[in-house]
């Protein structure tokens, strides 16, 4: 048994199908992330015609060979799914030609390293717009070990995957308990304005103590800031403590996102003094229910629908101040909260099985390569 070396380029083949016959639809778009996934389009559609766009069929690939600005990483990923998907005609599609010598999903196994990533954007070209062309990927030196070794590693991985997607569904059935629990409530419970419910806070970093800086991203979670800092005056920085909340108007009506966050740590951090910071004015409301509500996507609809009125499309404090919240009785926030902290819980752990199975793919081709030699 040995390896055997090839370009990929002798393994590939380019596809380009496009959807003239509109048979798929706007069900269909796809977007690609750096996360090796096809993930929902945050492309404005409306008006366009898909009649142009690439389809992606089960078993083929497709990537993004602009990588300027992708955190070091290409946009790649792979249709395993039993549906076709469409994609945008700037990208490339391709699938395996010989399947004889290497298997798709031994591919994307291949694909799915921090090492590709890094051959990747080393390779791209460009001045404005560094790219990793087609020709650069076929151009790829690639050793394989016989089919059988590689569909032993694929198994391996195959089946990581197959556990974590399990998971993953039992993670949408607490969702929709929780979504249920939320529906009942918008029909039996008083609404209150926010600003009967939260006050707005202003302790600053006066001794500057915290030195790292958080924003707060899409997901309505607390980040690292991605604000060059460097001779920036922290002091003035504003704290936010424990079960208080951070919110930012800015770009509401851009990420249709309202940009909102709860500090559930024990320690203290500090945001931007352009955000505005609150704590809950009646103990009887439980913080994290406040969050679930504005978790919901139906609040973030609402948010962006807020924030057409703004010349830059951000949620005034003003018009936060009048969105309204459903109350339920103490204990019947106490019941969803839980179920809620249950779904953040394994929701968190459901993206740490997803980095495992990705940092698991260079091991598992190391692997592969050692026992084909």
Not at 1 to 24: Q, S
Not at 115 to 144: H, K, P, Q, V
Not at 295 to 313: A, C, Y
Request: glycine share 4%; with cysteine.
């Amino acid at each position: 048994m040995a390896l055997t070396k090839y370009k990929l380029g002798d393994l590939i083949e380019p596809r380009d199908v496009r959807n003239f016959d509109n048979l798929l639809t706007l069900d269909n778009l796809k977007g690609i992330s750096t996360n090796k996934e096809f993930i929902e389009t945050k492309a404005d559609m409306d008006g366009v015609n898909l009649s142009s766009y690439k389809v992606v069929n089960e078993g083929e690939f497709a990537y993004v060979a602009d990588t300027s600005r992708r955190g070091e990483k290409i946009a790649l990923a792979f249709n395993k799914s039993s549906q076709a998907y469409l994609i945008s005609s700037i990208y490339t599609v391709f699938r395996v030609s010989r399947k004889e010598l290497i298997l798709p999903d031994y591919l994307f196994m291949y694909f799915n390293r921090p090492e590709f990533d890094r051959y990747a954007r080393f390779n791209s070209w460009g001045s404005a717009r560094e790219t990793f062309s087609w020709e650069d990927m076929c151009d790829i030196d690639i050793e394989l070990p016989d089919l059988p070794t590689q569909q032993k590693y694929v198994d391996i991985y195959n089946a990581m995957v197959t556990n974590q997607q399990i998971y993953e569904r039992g993670l949408e059935d607490l969702k929709l308990v929780c979504d249920g629990y939320i529906d009942k409530i918008k029909h039996t419970s008083p609404y209150k304005p926010i600003r009967m419910l939260l006050k707005e806070v202003d302790i600053r970093n006066t001794n500057g103590e915290i030195t790292f800086v958080h924003g707060i991203n899409i997901t309505k979670q607390f980040m690292p800031s991605v604000a060059d800092t460097d001779n920036v005056d922290l002091t003035k920085y504003k704290k936010v403590k424990k079960n208080q909340f951070a919110f930012s108007g800015m770009q509401t009506g851009r990420d249709e996102c309202i940009r909102i966050a709860l500090n559930r740590s024990n320690e203290d951090i500090i945001v931007s003094p352009a955000y505005t910071v609150f704590e809950v004015l009646d103990t009887t409301i439980l913080e994290e229910y406040i969050m679930l509500w504005f978790s919901r996507k139906q609040s973030d609809r609402r948010g962006w629908f807020m924030s057409d009125s703004s010349i830059r499309s951000n949620l005034d404090l003003d018009r936060l101040y009048e969105t309204q919240i459903p109350i339920p009785a103490p204990q019947i926030q106490q019941a969803i909260v839980n179920i809620y902290k249950v779904y953040i819980e394994r929701k968190e752990i459901n993206e740490k099985l997803k980095a495992q199975i990705k940092d698991i793919c260079p091991i598992l081709i190391k692997g592969s390569l050692e026992e084909g030699k």
